[in-house]
Nanobody, 128 residues
Framework: QVQLIESGGGLVQAGGSLRLSCAASVRTFSRYAMGWFRQAPGKEREFVAAIIWSGGSTYYADSVKGRFTISRDDAKNTVYLRMNTLKPEDTAVYYC?????????????????????WGQGTQVTVSS
């Protein structure tokens, strides 16, 4: 069983920045593909970003390209989401997810179906 714990959410003004962290309790963290999703009130959960392996491929939703950066530190079992130039429409609960089979993520990068484990979420609120 993999536990994922997100942190770093909060309230920020438009144009500001936040860095989310997700710590995973698993010994073979480097083998997992990691992703970030978000869900705004009344909307479906949507893909934000994914990273396959350390130094490997990264994927982003069009809405965050150029503003968000996903990275990972396998020595710390942690994945990060750096969010710059935040907009009010970025307001959502952000979820970290882990996929034991990275090829499931590569095959369909924006789908949540390839992920086996999910965190509890962290709230990000961007004020205008």
């Amino acid at each position: 069983q993999v536990q994922l714990i997100e942190s770093g959410g909060g309230l920020v003004q438009a144009g500001g920045s936040l860095r989310l962290s997700c710590a995973a309790s698993v010994r073979t963290f480097s083998r997992y593909a990691m992703g970030w999703f978000r869900q705004a009130p009344g909307k479906e959960r949507e893909f934000v970003a994914a990273i396959i392996w350390s130094g490997g491929s990264t994927y982003y939703a069009d809405s965050v390209k150029g503003r968000f950066t996903i990275s990972r530190d396998d020595a710390k079992n942690t994945v990060y989401l750096r969010m710059n130039t935040l907009k009010p429409e970025d307001t959502a609960v952000y979820y970290c997810a882990a996929a034991s089979d990275p090829l499931e993520v590569v095959g369909d990068t924006e789908s949540p179906r390839g992920y086996d484990y999910w965190g509890q979420g962290t709230q990000v609120t961007v004020s205008s």
